[in-house]
Structures are given as C-alpha cells and as structure tokens.
C-alpha cells in the first residue's frame, strides 16, 4: 500500500486519472501543519514522475522525480494536493 511520513493527512485518490492518462494521487492536510510530506507508493509501482495537477487536472507545475518508490513534496495546512503519476517513458 501507500505509506505517508506524517500524521493529520489523507489519502483521498490513488488510481486511474479520470481525466486522461497516468494514475492520480491525491493528498489532504488536515492536522493544520505545513511542511514536507514523503509519500512511499506500493512496493511494485514503476512510477518515475509527479505531475503536480489541480483539482480539476490542469497542470500546475513542473514535474517532481520518484526515486526508489518515493515523492517528497511541500504541503500547506489544511490544503490538497494531487499529482499525475507517470512510467517512464509514458
């Protein structure tokens, strides 16, 4: 399963993107703290890249690496954030 570094966060998306290609992954700050998250994807996952989406899927920013089934990324209080996980080369 999907592992993350800290409490007071929810998982709310991990699965097909709904709204084209890749999976989409969806996280929600809910303790009221900022800072860096790590989320450690399932042990089989062959994601190589985060495209960090809106919640309606429109792109938001550059893309972040996944490095040994692991993405670490800034999150604000009591904010979502969602990404577009992508394969190399796909």
């Known amino acids: 399963g999907i592992s993350l ?3 007071g966060v929810a998982l709310t998306a991990f699965g097909p993107n709904p709204d084209g290609e890749g999976t989409i992954l969806r996280v929600w700050e ?9 989320v ?7 994601f ?3 495209i960090p989406v809106t919640l309606r899927g429109e792109k938001s920013g550059e893309a972040v690496q996944i490095s040994d089934g692991k993405l670490s990324f ?3 209080a009591y904010a979502p954030v969602s990404f577009i996980l992508k394969e190399q080369g796909k």
């Open 5 to 7: 570094s800290r409490k």
């Open 48 to 50: 190589t890249s985060a």
């Open 30 to 38: 809910q303790g009221g703290t900022t800072g860096k998250l790590k």
């Open 40 to 46: 450690t994807l399932p042990s089989d996952s062959k």
């Open 74 to 76: 800034f999150l604000h």
